[in-house]
Each structure stands twice: as structure tokens, then as C-alpha cells.
């Protein structure tokens, strides 16, 4: 059995797993011990085998509707007619089949694309894997927003607190001690010294040293309960499965009222039982919801080729309706390619260019002042990121961690300034991490080394003093913290004068688009205490200004400006400066002209006072997570549909709160992804417009087959009901109404839903939220389709029925069967001809209509076909006026279509 991590030190702890924490384990003995181990997985759910997916088919309404039917057959004699609808029973539930299995494989593929990333330390040096390669001994890395990857006991801690709710259902986030060693019965909500897989950091950094993976990990042990939650249907489809029951019920209503009345008139019961089934038959298009799935399904892979992992499918189909899009400035709209670019001191300013790879002559000017050298020390050691390998053999740093602390590690490194040296000679024994309230990140560093490895500029500065702290932040936050400034070696009061000067200087930055952060130090004689927090962080001496810059994408600018010809408005939500803020701005297009709204601003309005204030702004600056979640209220208040990128811990409530939650893939914390139902593999602003391009053209081809699907259905239904009232027997058998919606159903439809975007797409209006098929143009669209349809096939049958003619039943099942090839390929655009789209651009298209065509032809033509579907062979002329019936609901659907009569929303 397993020791009681919890009980033993975490020295104790690597002694057992066999692991020095500080180098972690070779590659070689992690390779071993994954073979022990295996996948870094808990447990799922046993996949449904072959032969209960396929017998799930079986399952529907409607499926055992026509059961009932093939068993109402056999009870009066018709052994072959039971044994035709059986046969397409079947065939449907294999279709089905297929698709469910190919939708799983689909769905597979996506969670191993979600795998989440390990910061581990191996063979002595920091390194990020697959969190599913991880193996008991494992050292791994942990910083406010981590996703824990495994079970562990902690190795070390500062300020770390995690949110265990997922596991223990404790709400409030537990604070850990990597020094505690609990008695062994301590229960898990309260093993502080442990961290465990699924839960979350929220605050603070830490190690530790991996005690299980997969199935032997807390949560491993109750993943059944986590399983037992079905996937809920997108909202598509119950919006679909509502109408569909609807028109259920409502058909069945007519066939009962149908039944009584040819029962009363003396129609023969057997005759009146298949009008009723045919009736059910026609009613529901059994194929809507499973085509749905599939077509957004096939969209979320288009969006996955371009850059956007769909977690959710619901997100496919919403995305077709935004009308706001709220994008953070850094990563998304600029490069994420942070660069020092400006040391600003007192009395001196650099401009910063490591043009060269030694960089000798900068370091040469650097020596001569040193606020600046402190300056980029104090910025490599108050700052999280880590060096993954000192330096390469091509000279080029790998650095990991956030992009701005990233930037001024290797500002740092450049100039001979390497982080790991530093930290050898003023080790970090305290911190308080970023806070978005604060705004500020504190490190504390001692004893200073004497054996002079120490930095000399830093020996200056602390002179008899053996330990440094070290805040760096925003400027706004940081200045009424300080109370000197260090100048030319030496400190001076910070007066007004002085603080007047920083201010210009910090503006004068921002106002070029740069990031600015403010340095500042304090000397201590003795370590902090545990319980100091706040004092750490005034009576600062300043020491001056770091100015960051983040180029714009190349595509933002014109991605935002196509998010405006569409009516989406692009809105910027960023924690900079709001000169810094409003300088990208107008660089990408956002529009400025209503100003920028800073956080202090947002806090004070109302909500009401806030709806109407984002109605005219497009930037909004210094905003904390909690000013997102109200601005997202705000817009969603207006009636618009929002799209919220973010990529932090406390970004997560706002992420939900969106209709569209966008994470990002490379920056992102696992806790922004795992809230968001879109994750960016590139965190680029374009392709989250790429995205809503493919989500417009997903919901405008959803729209087009589902009409043309409830067109059709609805012609079958009128046909099987109006005949009678014209003195016709039954028009269409149930297995024929059977065969006709497996072939007309099926492949037209899901190549209806392949048609490429139709251009202009996003040059219309978002259509309003919540609006599908249901809006006023589908539905007349829908109605006007159908009776066209069913007027002329009734025309057709009832002709060639009063004329005597053996096959007129024949003949009205190919009219129908005809037609609705011809809406088909009529409603590859709802307002544009068809001639202006080119015939070739949906090649599957007109292969399934051809396919369609030679398979009712096989019915029409094929003796054994002939025997089981009860049809007749029509001639030439025949196939001539049913496809000259064909024609001519082409180009009335083409009429209706475009000739106004539609009302537009």
C-alpha cells in the first residue's frame, strides 16, 4: 500500500519515490516508470460497445412507430410489405450507427487535442509535457492558474492557495503548507501539504513532488460519478426536438380525426389504419437532430484547421449570432512577442535594442548607470519566469512563463544578467504574488551572498543591509508607495517634482503603445515575517520605468474591420494604461471616438449608467476581472450576443457569463480554458473572426436544410391529407413515405449543409440571438415551399389518377421524390440565384441528388424493387412531366425566394 503522503516530509517523500527534487527524474527512468504506471488518465466509462450503439438506434419514437406498423402488417397478411420496412428500419439504424460511431471517434480526437500541459523539472532543468506523460516522482511546477495535473505532496509553497471545490466541495480556496506533516488519519479537505488532480491554483506559486497519476489520484477514484453526466443537447436541437414533437402530436391528432371521419363514412379500416401510419410516417423528419449533430460537427473541425479548438458544439451554432466581441489588448490583438524597449531612471532613459547577440556595447553603457542595471536585476528576480536553459550552443534563450515577465527575464539575460545566477546569489524567501486589485508583485531576497557573486550595483544599493525586497506593477499603483528615488547611486526624496516627471515620462510612453511597468526597492535588515504583507510594499525607494512593446498582428486590422462591415462591434478590454490602450486601438481600427472608460470609472456607474455607456465606447482600460463580468452584463442587458476572450484564473466567471467564452491556447490558464467553450490555439483576434465567418456559414447552412427538410416533410404530410378530400385512395403507402425520407432525408441534406459561404457573409447584419429557423423568413420560406410542392404533386396525381392510370401512385411518389431534388438545389442560397453560385461549387451536392434520383429510378424499374415498394413502371413521358413538375418548383422556389415577398426577420 501507499505510505500516507501527508504524514511524511516532503524530504521523507522524494526518499521514498526515489528522486532528488532538485533535478527531478531522467528521461530514462520517467520512460521506466511510465511503463509501471501508464497514462496520467482516470478512469472513463467503459465506451459503449458496437452492438449497444447500434441497438440504441432502435430507441426513437418514430423508429418503434414503424415497428408497430411492419407488426400491423404482418397481423393482416402483407408478410413482404412488413419485411420491406423492417429492411429500411434497419438501414437507418446502420446510417446511424455509422454516424455516431464516426461523432465519438471525432469527439476523441478533440480530448486528446485538450490534453493539458506539466511544468516539470527533469534532468535538472524546467521543461513542459503532456500532463498525461506524468509518473509518480515527477517535480512539477505550480503558478496562479495551474490546473493540477496529478496527486502530490507539496515540495515548497508561497502564498499558494488552491480551489478544491471540484473534489471536496469546499467552496472557499485552501491555503497550503508545503511544511506541515499532518497525522495520518487527516481527512483530504484538510491535507494541507497535498495537492491533487482537478482542482485548481488561485493564487501564489509552488512545487511538488508527484504520489499518484491516474486511477490512483483522488479523483480517479470517484470518476464513475463524474461519467454518469450526459452530454446535453445543443440548443439547436431541442429547439428541433420541441417542433418535431409538436408536429407530432399535431399530425396525430389529424389522423385520429381522419380515421373516425372515413370509419364513419365506411371506408375500409385497414385502408384507413395505413392512411393513419403513412401520416405519422410523414410527420417528424427522423434524420433532423442526428444531420444537425453531424453538420456541427463537420464545422468544428473546418474551425479546428483554422486555429479554434470547439469544446462545446453549442458554441458552433452560437457563433453565428454575435454581435459583440470583448478581446483583451495583449496576445490576441498584438503579437504576444514582448519586448523591452525602454529603461527609464531618474535622469537617464535607454533606448533598448539587442539587435546584437552579445549585446557588448549596451551592457558597456549600462555599467555607467546603476539604476538601470538595477533596474533589469530587479526585473529578472520580481518575476516569475524561468530560463529552461541557460543559454543554447546558438546562443538563443528559452524562456518560460507569462510574455511580459518572459521579456524582462531575457532583457535581463542579454545583458549578462542571467535569472539562475541571480538567484544563487539573492535567493527568494518570500513573495506576495499579482493581484489584479493591487496590481503590484513583491519578491523578497536574502541574505546576500558574500562571496561576491552578488551583483555589485545591488551591494550598493542595500549597503550594510542584507536583504532586498522588490515590487514591480503599474505605475498608478506603485508611485504613492514610494518615498524616494534612486539617482546616479544615491537616494533622494520623491517629491513633486519628481513624480511629476515620472508621470510624463509613463505617459509618454503609453501614448506609443507601450506596456509600462514601475520598479521599486526596499532595504531589510532581517527577513519578514510570515504575517507581513502590505508593509512590504511601501516606503519604496523608485527606481525607475521599464517600457514594454507589443506589436499589433499584421491580420488584426483587417479582421476587425470585417467585423464591422458584418455589425459585430469589436471592443478592447485590457488591464494596460489607457494611453497604451487607446494607442493600439486606433492602430488596429477600434473605435476611439468615444473615448476610453477606465476600471475606476466602470465601478462607479450604475448598471444602467453602464449599459449606456458601452453603447459608445469600444475601449475600455485598467479593467479588473470583476469590470468584465459587469461589461459582459451590460452588453447581454442591450440584447447583444457576447463573445469574451480572456485567459486568467479570475477571468473564468466572465468566460461562463459570455454567450461565447474564447480562452487562449498558449497563454491561457487551464482554469480560463476549461470555463470557455472556444479555445485559440494561436490566441489571435483573426481567428476569432475567422471562426464567426465559419459559424455564419454553419448557421446559414443549418438554416437552409432544415427548411428544405421541413418543406419537404410538410409536402408529405399535406399530400397524404388533402388526397382523400379529393376522393383519392391513399396516396402513399408507409413504406414508400418510408423510402422517400431515407433518400430525399439523408444525403441531399448533409451536403445542403456542406455549401461553402456564400459571399457577402459578412457583410449582413448578425442575426438577432436566439433566432434560428423559427424567424419569420424561415418559416414563410418553409410554408410557400411546401404547398408548392404539394399543389403540383396533386395536380400530377390526382390527373393521372382520374385519367385511370395504373401508375398514378407511382408517379405522385417521383413528383415528390423530384421536387424536392429541385428545393434542394434551389436552396443552396436563400437570396441569391442559384446561377450566381456556379454549379460546381457544391460537387456533393449534385451527387447526392443524382444518387437520389438512379435509387428512386431502381424502385420504378427493378422487378424485385417493383414487388416490395408496390410501384409501376412509368414511361418516358411520364419521367418527362415529373421532371418537367421538377423545373418548375425549382424555379418557383427560386422566385419566392427572391422576390421580396419574405420578410426579413
Request: aromatic share 4%.
Amino acid at each position: 500500500m501507499s505510505p500516507a503522503w501527508h504524514s511524511l516530509t516532503s524530504e521523507d517523500a522524494a526518499t521514498q519515490l526515489g528522486v532528488d527534487p532538485r533535478q527531478g527524474l531522467s528521461d530514462t527512468e520517467a520512460q521506466v516508470r511510465f511503463g509501471v504506471s501508464g497514462p496520467n488518465e482516470t478512469p472513463r466509462a467503459r465506451a459503449t460497445s458496437a452492438s449497444l450503439i447500434f441497438i440504441r438506434q432502435f430507441a426513437g419514437v418514430l423508429v418503434q412507430l414503424l415497428i408497430a406498423a411492419a407488426l400491423f402488417s404482418v397481423a393482416i397478411g402483407e408478410i413482404l410489405e412488413a419485411g420491406v420496412i423492417l429492411a429500411i428500419v434497419a438501414l437507418n439504424a446502420v446510417l446511424g450507427f455509422l454516424q455516431e460511431s464516426k461523432a465519438e471517434k471525432a469527439l476523441e480526437a478533440l480530448r486528446r487535442m485538450a490534453i493539458g500541459q506539466a511544468m516539470v523539472r527533469r534532468n535538472g532543468r524546467v521543461c513542459e509535457i503532456p500532463a498525461d506523460r506524468l509518473v509518480p516522482g515527477d517535480v512539477v511546477l505550480l503558478q496562479s492558474g495551474s490546473s493540477v495535473p496529478a496527486d502530490g505532496r507539496l515540495l515548497e509553497t508561497a502564498d499558494l492557495s488552491v480551489q478544491e471545490s471540484a473534489l471536496t466541495g469546499e467552496s472557499i480556496p485552501i491555503r497550503k503548507d508545503a511544511a506541515a506533516v499532518l497525522d495520518p488519519a487527516t481527512p483530504l479537505a484538510e491535507r494541507a501539504n497535498k495537492v491533487h488532480l482537478g482542482t485548481q491554483v488561485v493564487y501564489g506559486r509552488g512545487s511538488f513532488i508527484v504520489t499518484e497519476t491516474g486511477s490512483g489520484t483522488a479523483l480517479g477514484t470517484t470518476a464513475r460519478l463524474l461519467e454518469s453526466v450526459n452530454a446535453e443537447p445543443t440548443p439547436l436541437q431541442k429547439q428541433l426536438d420541441g417542433f418535431a414533437r409538436s408536429l407530432a402530436y399535431g399530425v396525430a391528432g389529424i389522423a385520429i380525426v381522419i380515421l373516425l371521419l372515413g370509419m364513419a363514412m365506411g371506408e375500409n379500416f385497414r385502408t384507413m389504419i395505413l392512411t393513419a401510419v403513412s401520416l405519422a410516417v410523414a410527420a417528424v423528419p427522423e434524420s433532423l437532430t442526428a444531420l444537425v449533430a453531424i453538420i456541427l460537427a463537420l464545422g468544428a473541425q473546418k474551425m479546428l484547421r483554422q486555429g479554434a479548438l470547439i469544446r462545446r458544439l453549442q458554441a458552433v451554432e452560437a457563433l453565428g449570432s454575435i454581435k459583440v466581441i470583448c478581446a483583451d489588448k495583449t496576445g490576441t490583438m498584438t503579437e504576444n512577442r514582448m519586448t523591452v524597449s525602454v529603461l527609464d531612471v531618474a535622469e537617464h532613459r535607454l533606448e533598448f535594442k539587442l539587435s546584437e547577440p552579445d549585446a557588448a556595447g549596451l551592457a558597456a553603457e549600462i555599467a555607467g548607470h546603476p539604476a538601470i542595471d538595477l533596474l533589469l536585476i530587479g526585473g529578472a528576480l520580481c518575476n516569475d519566469g524561468l530560463i529552461e536553459n541557460p543559454k543554447d550552443p546558438h546562443g538563443a534563450y528559452r524562456i518560460l512563463g507569462e510574455p511580459t515577465e518572459a521579456a524582462l527575464v531575457l532583457a535581463a539575460a542579454r545583458t549578462g544578467r542571467i535569472k539562475t545566477g541571480l538567484e544563487t546569489a539573492l535567493p527568494r524567501i518570500k513573495e506576495i504574488p499579482f493581484d489584479a486589485g493591487r496590481k503590484l508583485m513583491t519578491t523578497v531576497h536574502g541574505p546576500v551572498a558574500t562571496d561576491g557573486a552578488c551583483p555589485g550595483v545591488v551591494g550598493q544599493y542595500l549597503a550594510s543591509s542584507r536583504f532586498l525586497s522588490l515590487t514591480k506593477g503599474a505605475v498608478e499603483a506603485l508611485l504613492p508607495n514610494a518615498g524616494t528615488i534612486w539617482v546616479d547611486g544615491s537616494e533622494q526624496a520623491l517629491d513633486a517634482t519628481w513624480r511629476e516627471r515620472i508621470v510624463q515620462a509613463h505617459n509618454a510612453l503609453a501614448e506609443k503603445g507601450m506596456r509600462v511597468l514601475a520598479l521599486g526597492a526596499r532595504r531589510l535588515e532581517a527577513p519578514p515575517s510570515a504575517e507581513a504583507g502590505a508593509a512590504l510594499e511601501s516606503s519604496l525607494s523608485f527606481i525607475g520605468l521599464i517600457g514594454i512593446y507589443d506589436p499589433p498582428r499584421a491580420a488584426v486590422t483587417q479582421a476587425i474591420a470585417e467585423c464591422r462591415r458584418a455589425g459585430i462591434k469589436p471592443v478592447m478590454i485590457t488591464g494596460d494604461h489607457p494611453l497604451t490602450a487607446r494607442h493600439i486601438a486606433e492602430e488596429v481600427g477600434i473605435d476611439t471616438e468615444g473615448g476610453v472608460t477606465g476600471g475606476r470609472e466602470i465601478a462607479a456607474m450604475t448598471p444602467a449608467e453602464l449599459r449606456e455607456a458601452v453603447k459608445r465606447t469600444s475601449v475600455f482600460a485598467r479593467v479588473s476581472p470583476e469590470d468584465k463580468l459587469r461589461l459582459i452584463e451590460a452588453y447581454q442587458g442591450n440584447g447583444c450576443s457576447v463573445a469574451m476572450t480572456g485567459d486568467g484564473v479570475n477571468d473564468a466567471p466572465a468566460l461562463k457569463k459570455a454567450d461565447i467564452g474564447i480562452a487562449m491556447g498558449r497563454i491561457g490558464t487551464d482554469v480560463a480554458k476549461e470555463a470557455a467553450q472556444i479555445v485559440l490555439l494561436d490566441d489571435n483576434f483573426a481567428t476569432i473572426t475567422a471562426a464567426v465567418r465559419q459559424g455564419r456559414a454553419i448557421y446559414d447552412n443549418l438554416i437552409k436544410f432544415i427548411v428544405y427538410l421541413l418543406s419537404c416533410n410538410l409536402s408529405e404530410i399535406a399530400v397524404v391529407t388533402f388526397a382523400p378530400f379529393l376522393g383519392m385512395p391513399l396516396p402513399l403507402l408507409p413504406l414508400q413515405i418510408l423510402w422517400m425520407n431515407l433518400v430525399t432525408d439523408g444525403l441531399p441534406a448533409i451536403a445542403l449543409g456542406l455549401e461553402p459561404a456564400e459571399e457577402g457573409l459578412m457583410d449582413r447584419p448578425s442575426p438577432a440571438a436566439g433566432e434560428l429557423i423559427f424567424g419569420k423568413q424561415g418559416l414563410q420560406l418553409m410554408l410557400l415551399v411546401g404547398s408548392l410542392i404539394t399543389e403540383l404533386s396533386l395536380a400530377v396525381g390526382c390527373a393521372y389518377w382520374l385519367g385511370g392510370n395504373a401508375a398514378w401512385q407511382t408517379m405522385l411518389l417521383t413528383v415528390l421524390v423530384f421536387s424536392q431534388m429541385a428545393v434542394a438545389l434551389a436552396l443552396r442560397s436563400r437570396t441569391r440565384p442559384v446561377r450566381q453560385l456556379g454549379w460546381r461549387s457544391n460537387p456533393a451536392l449534385l451527387g447526392a441528388v443524382a444518387a437520389t434520383v438512379l435509387l428512386q429510378l431502381a424502385i420504378v424499374y427493378l422487378p424485385p424493387l417493383q414487388t416490395a415498394f408496390h410501384t409501376t413502371a412509368l414511361s418516358l413521358g411520364d419521367l418527362a412531366v415529373a421532371g418537367a413538375v421538377a423545373v418548375a418548383v425549382f424555379l418557383g422556389t427560386e422566385r419566392i425566394k427572391l422576390s421580396g415577398f419574405l420578410r426579413r426577420g
